[in-house]
Structure formats: structure tokens, C-alpha cells
């Protein structure tokens, strides 16, 4: 028998996914009773943020008023980030935030597990091979015995391996696998496909659709003015770190359902032979029949008339011995409840962060908007402190009291992203509490508890302490409360490189969470580097303020490499942990504890033209780390680019995906390559096969593919090991391809004009080899050059050879 776990955490996650608090208008009520009167699940399956059809789980959520979510087995950690600099865990924090953001839009619920994305793989036996497979499917299972669904569909194909990303098909055989192990089974499995797997649609049309269900997802809802897809268009454009924006459309468009399991249901009812009612559940008719009539006679005009009847249904629903659906409906029904009197309930801090121990002030607000009988029993914070009001709420009055002295415990944990409390794996996430380790964020670290009383029923309403402020652009703003360290520690340049024996200053910022703190911070290295002085006193006096402290850092003699990190040490506490706050409009602030450390390079590089124009791509700081060895670079404005403001560089280096992403160079390719025949080196690096703005990439022919190179320790074959960019400044040795990271390169050309050289081959197990990872062309007086190398990985993590090598293509013939 497979455990089950407990839902209290998961149903509130899943019903408080914005931190400001909704305010459901009579559409959404009415909706929600729809949800709350249909007892049918779907679980939709796949591997990424991305990967899920919006459109599908719009039609399950809006139009059968399904229960409706997406299993992503990753967070998407290991793509690229188009609206900053954020890579790796940061990048998976934005994207786990953007998932639930969309599913607010169309209505579905989000769960992961613990997998990491730990970059493109080839086929599901190279990703298993990474991940834990035991541990996913663990999750796999776990999501589907709590979730429960009646129907799971995957996106991908579990019999094509080798045909699409190895993620994908391991979502498809996990989901499987995951079904052969449940005790009490789906009632169907889906795989949902589309001419897309056929190859073509003309191979699509002639294919047997004897096992498939085809229906029209397109259906337009009146209550909401709008069509399926329509909804799904902005789910998916939450999408932003990838550019996932979408167009919605109107008019009937076709979803096609493979049955995997079970029997195939009629188009017009995919829950045909599911009993959806409340005929399900032992008990549940009585209560069918009060929320039956509540949906058919609703009053828009004023939807408290409905909540003595309400009340009755969640009476009933505390009596149900189904532990599972009572659970469920319990929390779907208090929110109607809520909704339906205009029951408003807050508490907002005094400030945005706090230490623990540190006093803080608490604000609440209570107001009953409807005639219905209201009182405030008590409110409880924390699961702490129990504060008795007994005090009725009338129709419109406000109630505002403050708790001025509420001390935060010095049990409570930091705040940080649940999965990223405990050390990863490259492949795996660790998380030991069971219980939320499928969920998408820990929403109840800040409890509150408000008991109200409601025509004589007591119901608990769960709220999350949180701050609010007014921002004279955005005006009323949610930010979330967090518990941090008294001071933390950023290292400014997270990898120095020493490129002779003269030490190097270590650039440490201290920023202090409470008023007068002190304490002493150092750096903990390996003993081959010696540091001055061994330890830095500070004395901080006001919140949220920065210190800027200096260490000299003096390198061996011979060639090293060495991880460090910073302690601090405070009255309290002795940490080495660094706060990390990623803010986007479009999400709620995220607060990252993550360790405080850096990387120290010795490291025999010797560079030649040193003053290098960058133009920014799709969030890469490659330019950052070029300025650590020596290099003086000039961001370069794209709307400034001209023959001769570029004629002053040594060399131009484009940033990631720049021919996706700039506008400009669908006009200013010309001056680039102008400026390359004119004598200068240009360094382009990969662009994506898709949204390309213009064709012409380069001076010559060259067609850019979706080859790539995914092993980064594939390897490496010089083609011409007496070309000047393997010899000059620096020696390039297949050493230099040692300790890569994630991937040794991707979107590689597959055709190129002779008047380029290839430099480098390598392949993956099996493959043929790939020689598009480096190509030089002499063109004029200058060289243009093309890469898929994935430097942007490689320099922040140090790794020397990759400095070694981009050294010498902007030294090229200097």
C-alpha cells in the first residue's frame, strides 16, 4: 500500500498563490461553486516550465470545472533567462513563480518534484543516469496519490526515446511507471499528441486515429468573455524568462488524447463511466442536492443570500469519513464562504524583513461586507501567540488593531526556498520534509489563523503574514515577510582570476538586517592562499545598510583552483550564507539564502587587446567576467552601433542569443560586419534556431542547427591544431576542456561557407562528430567568428581553460 501524505499545506498552497489577496467578483464565485459541485480530476505531465499545454488545462479547469494541474517534474534550472542575469537555482525560482502565475490565469494547481534540471539531455537513459530515477518517481507517485486524479495526460511520448529532449520522454515514462505502482489506479492515461509527433502534418493525416479522442478545446465562456485559448495565450505569456509570449485565438481548434490506459470515453465527456457528482462520496448526496441549488438560483446581485445554505454543506462536509474529499472540499467551500460575505481579512508587518528575537508590529483588519451574522472569535499567529476578540463584525465596519510587541521566535527557520535548504546533487534536489517536497513554494511559514464565526459556524481562515506598502508608481504593493540572518555576506566578483603572483583585493559587501549590529567576518580558503588580515571587525548601525570590507588575497606559485567562502560571526550566529532577492514585476519577491562563496583561479592566461566592446544579450555576464582578468569592456548601446564607434575596440563580443533578441541587428549585422573587414574581431555567441531576426548572422553563409554537444566532458579533437587560436597568447591543450560544466556547447551550425575554419570536434556517445562549436573566417582585415561553446556557463564558474580560450579569439592575430 502507498502512503498517503497530508494535505493541509498543499491545499492551502494551492488555493494562496499571490500575495496580495484576491477578491472574487460574482463570475468567479459562481465558478468556484461550479468547481465546488464537480468532483473530477485532471493531472497534466510533463518536464519543464514551458512544456505544458495551456490550452488543455484551460478546457479541464473552465470547462468541465475539473480540478486541473501540472505535474513539471523540474523547475526549469538549467535553461537560459531572456530578462536577466539569473541562472541554475535563481533561474528555477523565477520559473516556478511564472508556473504559478500562469495557473492563476487558467486555473489549474502546480506540483514539481525533487529533479533538477540539469541542462539538455539526448535521451531518458543519459537523464536517468543523472537524476535519482527512484527518487522522482517516488514524487511521481507521490503527486498522483495525493492529487488523486480520475485522468492523467502526458505530453510526451514514452515509446519515441531519442526523438526530443530526454527529460521529456522520462515525464511520459515516470508518469507510466508511476500508475503501474498506485493501488487505486486513474480511470484513464492520455498521451496528448499532435501532427508535431507524426513529423509532418501531411503524416499526421493519413495516420490511424482509431485509438484517439478528438474534441474542440476552443470553446468561448460568457462569463469570463473570453475563448479557451484565449486564457491559455496569457497563461503561457507568464512565461517571460523564456519569451513565451502568446496571441490568443478564436474559433474551433482541435486537441487530439492517445488512450494509453483504460477505455476511450466519448468526445462530448471525457469523464464518461467517472461519477462526478457527489454521488461519489458515502454521505455526499445531501450535499449535492444544497449546492445543486445553490448553483442553479444563483444570485449574482448578492451572493451572501446563499451563505446559510453554504453553511449547511460545510457542515455536512466536516461529517464526511472520505478524509481525502473532505479535505478538499472543505478548503474550496471556505473560500466561497469567504468570498460570498466579502469577509476580508489581513496582517501586515511593520517591516519587510526581521531577525528572529527582533520585536515587530502587527496589523490587523477584519471587515464582514454582507447582513450575514459575523464574529471574530480569535486570531492566532504563528500557531503561537492566541489572541481572544470575540467581536461581532458588522455589515461595512472596519476593524484595525495592532499587536506592537510581537516577538519573532529564535526557533523559526530563515527564510528560504524550501528546496534549496538542503545540499543539491546535480540531478537532484534534497528535501526531507516529505510532506512538500511536491509543492511548488512553502506558503505558511507566517501562519495566521483568523477563527470567525459565521451564522453560528466556526471556519478558520489561513492567512500569510506579509508586508505592504504604497509604491508611488505601482501603489498598493505585496511583498513577502521574511526572517533572515542579522548579516550577510556577498562576495562581489564570485571568481578571481590570478594571472601573476601580485595578490588581489576581495571585494566583500555585509548588509545588516537589524539596528547596531556587529560581529567579525573572514575568509575561509584553502592554506596554499594566504589572506590579509585574517579577520575584519564591523560595526553596522542602521537596517538594511551596506559595508563594503577589503581582503588581500596572495595566490601560489603554481597554477590553482580553490572554492572560499565568508563567515560571519555575530553575538548570535556564526553562518556564511549570502541573501539573494530576485524582483520582477510580474512575481513576487524571492528571498534566497544560498552559501557565501566564490571561486580563487591561478591561472597562466596572457591577453592582448584589452579594450572590448559587449553588446548584452539574453542575460549573460560574460562581459563581468572578462572584466576579472584584465579586459576594460564597454557595454555597447545597440541603438549606437556604427562603423566608427565600433572601430575602437580591439574586439566585439555579442552576448547570447543577440540575433534573437535585439531588434537592431536585423539592420546593424551590416556595420558589424563592416567594422570585421575593417581589422576588428567579432565574437558571436549562439543563437537559437527560432525567431532568428535576420539570416544573416555572418558575412558568409552559415546555417545555425540544434546540434549541440551535451556530455561536457565529451571529447575534444583539434581540427587544426596549428591555427593561430589554439597557439596564441595561450596554449590550448584538451586540458582546457577539463571541469566544464552542464554542456560544452548547443546550437552549433551545421553548414557554413568555406571561407570558414572549423577549429574543434567532439560528439556524444553515439553520435557523429559535431565541427560546428568553433568557426573562424577571415574576412577583409579582421576575423569573424562564431561560437556555440557555452561560455556563458563556464566563466562564472572559473573554469580556466574557457578564459584560456576566449582569450585568444580576442587576441586573434593582435
Not at 485532471?42 to 499545454?53: F, G, S
Not at 555576464?621 to 569592456?633: D, M, R, T
Request: proline share 4%.
Amino acid at each position: 500500500m502507498i502512503k498517503k501524505y497530508p494535505l493541509f499545506l498543499l491545499l492551502f498552497t494551492l488555493f494562496v498563490q499571490a500575495q496580495a489577496p484576491k477578491k472574487p467578483n460574482s463570475n468567479e464565485i459562481y465558478e468556484a461553486i461550479q468547481k465546488l459541485n464537480f468532483l473530477g480530476k485532471v493531472l497534466y505531465v510533463a518536464a519543464h516550465p514551458d512544456d505544458e499545454n495551456t490550452r488543455l488545462i484551460t478546457y479541464f479547469a473552465n470547462h468541465y470545472h475539473a480540478e486541473t494541474a501540472y505535474l513539471s517534474l523540474t523547475r526549469g534550472d538549467g535553461g537560459q533567462n531572456l530578462i536577466g542575469p539569473e541562472l541554475r537555482e535563481k533561474l528555477g525560482a523565477i520559473r516556478t513563480q511564472e508556473l504559478l502565475a500562469a495557473r492563476n490565469i487558467d486555473g489549474g494547481n502546480q506540483f514539481f518534484t525533487r529533479a533538477n534540471d540539469f541542462g539538455y539531455s539526448k535521451e531518458p537513459n543519459e537523464t536517468f543516469s543523472i537524476w535519482n530515477k527512484e527518487q522522482v518517481l517516488e514524487d511521481v507517485i507521490q503527486v498522483m496519490e495525493t492529487f488523486q486524479p480520475d485522468i492523467v495526460i502526458n505530453r510526451f511520448n514514452h515509446r519515441t526515446p531519442g526523438t526530443t529532449h530526454g527529460h521529456h520522454t522520462a515525464s511520459a515514462i515516470l508518469s507510466l511507471e508511476a500508475y503501474n505502482k498506485l493501488s487505486t489506479k486513474p480511470s484513464r492515461v492520455f498521451f496528448n499528441t499532435s501532427w508535431w509527433f507524426y513529423g509532418s502534418e501531411e503524416a499526421f493525416e493519413k495516420a490511424d486515429k482509431s485509438n484517439l479522442l478528438t474534441f474542440n478545446a476552443n470553446v468561448y465562456y460568457p462569463l469570463k468573455g473570453k475563448s479557451n485559448h484565449e486564457i491559455a495565450a496569457l497563461s503561457r505569456s507568464q512565461h517571460k524568462c523564456q519569451g513565451f509570449g502568446a496571441t490568443g485565438s478564436r474559433g474551433s481548434e482541435t486537441e487530439y488524447l492517445e488512450l494509453l490506459k483504460g477505455s476511450l470515453p466519448n468526445a462530448s465527456n471525457i469523464f464518461e463511466g467517472i461519477d462526478t457528482s457527489w454521488n461519489r462520496i458515502k454521505n455526499g448526496a445531501t450535499i449535492g442536492q444544497i449546492l445543486n441549488k445553490i448553483e442553479v438560483n444563483f444570485d449574482f446581485k448578492n451572493p451572501s443570500n446563499h451563505i446559510p445554505e453554504l453553511v449547511k454543506a460545510y457542515l455536512l462536509i466536516q461529517k464526511l469519513d472520505d478524509s481525502y474529499w473532505k479535505t478538499t472540499k472543505t478548503n474550496q467551500i471556505s473560500k466561497i464562504i469567504e468570498a460570498c460575505s466579502g469577509l476580508y481579512l489581513e496582517a501586515i508587518t511593520s517591516t519587510e524583513k526581521a531577525t528572529k528575537n527582533e520585536t515587530i508590529t502587527i496589523n490587523f483588519e477584519a471587515i464582514n461586507r454582507s447582513n450575514s451574522n459575523v464574529k471574530l472569535l480569535n486570531i492566532s499567529i504563528l500557531n503561537q501567540n492566541k489572541k481572544t476578540k470575540n467581536k461581532v463584525l458588522l455589515n461595512n465596519e472596519k476593524i484595525n488593531f495592532e499587536e506592537k510587541n510581537f516577538k519573532i521566535p529564535n526557533s523559526i527557520e530563515y527564510t528560504n526556498l524550501f528546496w534549496l535548504k538542503e545540499k543539491p546533487t546535480v540531478g537532484m534536489y534534497q528535501v526531507s520534509n516529505k510532506s512538500i517536497r511536491i509543492l511548488p513554494e512553502e506558503k505558511l511559514q507566517f501562519p495566521v489563523i483568523f477563527s470567525i464565526e459565521i451564522e453560528g459556524t466556526k471556519i478558520d481562515f489561513v492567512k500569510n503574514l506579509v508586508y505592504k506598502k504604497n509604491d508611488p508608481e505601482k501603489g498598493e504593493t505585496y511583498i513577502p515577510f521574511s526572517v533572515l540572518p542579522e548579516v550577510t555576506s556577498e562576495i562581489v566578483n564570485k571568481v578571481s582570476i590570478f594571472n601573476n603572483n601580485e595578490p588581489k583585493e576581495i571585494v566583500v559587501k555585509l548588509k545588516s538586517n537589524k539596528e547596531n549590529s556587529e560581529g567579525t567576518a573572514k575568509l575561509i580558503l584553502d592554506s596554499s592562499w594566504k589572506v590579509e588580515p585574517k579577520e575584519i571587525p564591523f560595526s553596522i548601525a542602521s537596517k538594511n545598510e551596506e559595508k563594503t570590507i577589503l581582503f588581500k588575497v596572495f595566490p601560489p606559485k603554481n597554477e590553482s583552483s580553490t572554492d572560499f567562502s565568508v563567515e560571519i560571526n555575530t553575538n548570535t550566529e556564526k553562518h556564511q550564507l549570502e541573501c539573494v532577492e530576485i524582483k520582477y514585476d510580474h512575481i513576487p519577491k524571492q528571498t534566497i539564502l544560498q552559501p557565501s562563496e566564490g571561486k580563487l583561479v591561478k591561472l597562466d592566461i596572457q591577453i592582448k587587446g584589452k579594450n572590448i566592446g559587449y553588446l548584452i544579450g539574453a542575460g549573460d555576464e560574460v562581459g563581468k567576467n572578462l572584466e576579472n582578468i584584465g579586459y576594460q569592456i564597454t557595454y555597447i548601446n545597440p541603438h549606437e552601433i556604427s562603423v566608427e564607434n565600433l572601430n575602437k575596440f580591439d574586439a566585439v563580443i555579442l552576448g547570447i542569443r543577440a540575433f534573437n533578441t535585439i531588434d537592431e541587428l536585423k539592420f546593424k549585422n551590416k556595420e558589424l560586419f563592416q567594422y570585421v573587414s575593417n581589422g576588428g574581431n567579432l565574437i558571436v555567441q549562439y543563437n537559437t534556431t527560432n525567431g532568428l531576426l535576420t539570416k544573416e548572422v555572418a558575412p558568409y553563409e552559415l546555417v545555425i542547427s540544434r546540434d549541440r554537444v551535451t556530455n561536457e566532458k565529451a571529447k575534444i579533437t583539434f581540427l587544426n591544431p596549428n591555427h593561430p587560436v589554439l597557439n596564441a597568447p595561450n596554449k590550448i591543450t584538451t586540458k582546457d576542456f577539463e571541469n566544464w560544466i552542464q554542456e560544452q556547447g548547443l546550437y552549433y551550425p551545421n553548414k557554413w561557407s568555406t571561407s570558414f575554419t572549423p577549429i574543434l570536434s567532439a560528439a556524444d556517445e553515439g553520435e557523429n562528430q559535431k565541427e560546428g562549436a568553433l568557426l573562424i573566417a577571415k574576412h577583409g582585415k579582421g576575423n569573424y567568428i562564431y561560437t556555440g561553446l557555452s561560455f556563458f556557463r563556464e566563466l562564472p564558474e572559473g573554469v580556466s581553460g574557457a578564459y584560456r580560450l576566449l582569450a585568444n579569439l580576442i587576441s586573434l592575430d593582435k
